[in-house]
């Protein structure tokens, strides 16, 4: 079975975890599978090199940004490529230009086109362990590009699809997907099997294991998706089809987005198109648009709050310069979260919004806006409660037992 393993900027933090990754990768490879193994930028690289960038100034040219971004993948490549020939074990690395991966042209934030595979099955068929450099790709005029947020996880699942992967394996400093962040709450229990959908609702709302744009190609291409600890052998959690899932709990997580900004738009001109000139100057400049609120129209005028990512902010401060003279007001608030719940369950089952708006009024949390879907709920907060709501909700559901 052809195995593609992915290992985060934690597992590849230092040659002593480069070690420890090239003798998990001779453990499965040993087993009788090929191998081709995608890897992070050590753990901070990235945002010392984006610091670089920046030193200049804080707008540094987006083709030369991703030049200098994509180098801490190619580093941790070689570096994995060097361990394994020094175990004994043929291996090759290569640049997200050498794997095939071809992207669109939007620098620092490309989407993958599709990949050429002949190299690496040409390097598969030798024998080789074949290592590439996550977050990356070029475009068809050679640019070089940097796939954003999580790239190297889309790597790993769009290869693993290009090749038809018997299995996608995802390497991190945790050990699975939980009920919610141990970290915020010490009795979240460890999920041994989520759905596509329940995964890209967590990943989205701000799970950080995985994120959503890799989940979204891991379901579109029916990827067999495991997260596990690349410093344990502890099972790690299976995301799946739906139908593969046998129990599915009303809710099955709890999400917290602390990158959350809200931006409110006061006295718009309530106009047919008003919202589309808005939020089409956004979507031009790349900006994610999240969660929106419009009020019912008062006088000719009309409120607009939504959400943005914290990154985003100063890029959207001057999107919206062209609407200034249009509205009373622009505000942005950077001091709120957005704290999320998830289940297949809820399909079936009422009164599972009422039951977390009640828990979190008890406690005295105000709710500023809402979002929902199928089988997700998603409410904005003042920043200073996010850790307390997240405890609460999980509480409230019973997700410590």
Known sequence: MLIVQKYGGTSMGDCDRIRNVAQRVIKTKSQGHDMVVVVSAMSGDTDRLIGYTQQFTSLPNTREVDMVLSSGERVTAALLAIALESMGVKAISLSGRGAGIITDEIHTKARINYIDTTKIFQFINEGYVVV????????????????????????????????????????TDVDGIYTTDPRIEK??????????????????????????????????????LVSRSSFSDAEGTLITKEEDIMEKPIVSGVALDNNQARV??????????????????????NINVDMIVQTIGRDGKTDIDFTIPKTEVAITQKVLERFKDDVQSIEYDNDIAKVSIVGVGMKSHSGVAS?????????????????????????IIAADFAKRAVQTLHSVYDLDK
Do not use: H, W
Not at 355 to 379: H, P, V
């Open 132 to 171: 590439v450099a996550g977050f990356q790709g070029i475009t068809p005029k050679g640019e070089v590009t940097t796939l954003g947020r999580g790239g190297s996880d889309l790597s790993a699942v769009a290869l693993a699809g290009a090749l038809n992967a018997g299995m996608c394996e995802i390497y």
């Open 264 to 285: 409110s738009i006061a006295d718009v001109q309530d106009r047919p198109g008003i919202a589309a000139d808005i939020f089409g100057s956004l979507a031009d400049n």
């Open 355 to 379: 039951t977390a708006f009640r828990a979190l009024a008890q406690d005295n949390i105000n709710i500023m806006m809402i979002s929902t879907s199928e089988i997700k709920i998603s409410m």
């Open 187 to 224: 009795k979240a229990k460890k999920i041994e099997k989520i759905s596509y959908d329940e995964m890209l609702e967590l990943a989205s709302m701000g799970a950080k294991v995985l994120l959503n744009r890799s989940v979204e190609l891991a379901k579109k291409l029916n990827v067999k």
